[in-house]
């Protein structure tokens, strides 16, 4: 029997890309989930897909730069299923340009939803996981949270910011007792929606060429089910996956 079998899962962005695929490998190997996004038809078909490869899966339309829709998904959880074991904070985007095009108002949106909708999302998860203590919050980074490259700079400084606040989380707890696990995770290029919320044409077409060497989301989902199957006393606190041709 998986480590992962009856283990409750939150999945924030899970309606495509690497919450959709994370979603069924963790269904495969019997979990009960609880499934996040904001398009409502996906998330049933995901949630009837789940439940026919042998998973339990209940979800919620929820938009992660809410704090009270995500205090909301928590209780929800907790009320179907009665606790929270893991949080895969996957909900994310990527729109890029050079900074002195002043697409502040695309900076504003990844500030929103790559900060702060992981904030939200980890303080509606953790009281449940420490007065249990038990649990683990598993935060989607990227390569660009390692590396910086001309036209992703404000991405990058999200995705910076999702690595300290996993590293930070990760000592709180450690130095706390809780037995909360904290991993990060960094993929490199990955076949996903992520390169259509780029609205800059001329960034769009540089990505659109770098992305033809992206491996598939399922590539991440099983990283993360690794991470999510290892004995409670056993912490991957930081994994980098990226297409084996990738350089940066």
């Not at 704090?67 to 890029?96: C, H, S, T």
């Not at 500030?111 to 420490?130: E, F, H, Q, W």
């Not at 992305?211 to 991957?236: C, H, L, M, N, T």
């Amino acid at each position: 029997m998986s480590n992962i079998q009856d283990k409750v899962v939150i999945i924030t962005g899970a309606s495509s890309g690497i919450g959709e695929a994370t979603a069924k490998e963790l269904a495969s190997k019997g979990a009960k989930l609880v499934l996040a996004a904001r398009r409502e038809d996906r998330l049933q078909k995901l949630q009837a897909e789940s439940e026919k490869s042998g998973g339990k899966a209940v979800y919620k339309v929820t938009d992660v730069t809410s704090r009270e829709q995500m205090e909301e998904l928590a209780a929800y959880a907790l009320e179907k299923f009665e606790k929270i074991d893991v949080l895969v904070n996957n909900a994310g985007i990527m729109p890029q340009a050079f900074m002195f095009k002043k697409m502040v108002d695309e900076w504003d949106q990844m500030i929103d939803v790559n900060i702060k909708g992981v904030l939200y999302a980890i303080a509606a998860v953790l009281p449940s996981m420490r007065e249990r203590k038990s649990g683990h919050i598993i935060n989607l980074s990227s390569v660009a949270g390692h590396n910086i490259y001309p036209g992703g700079t404000v991405y990058c400084g999200t995705k910076f910011a999702v690595k300290a606040i996993s590293e930070g989380l990760r000592q709180e707890e450690a130095i706390s007792g809780t037995n909360i696990r904290v991993t990060n995770v960094s993929p490199g290029a990955v076949s996903s929606e992520l390169v259509e919320t780029t609205s800059d044409a001329e960034t769009k077409a540089g990505l659109n060429e770098f992305y033809k060497v992206a491996i598939e989301a399922d590539s991440i989902a099983r990283a993360i089910a690794f991470a999510v199957e290892q004995p409670s006393d056993v912490g991957i606190n930081e994994m980098i996956i990226r297409p084996t041709v990738q350089v940066g």
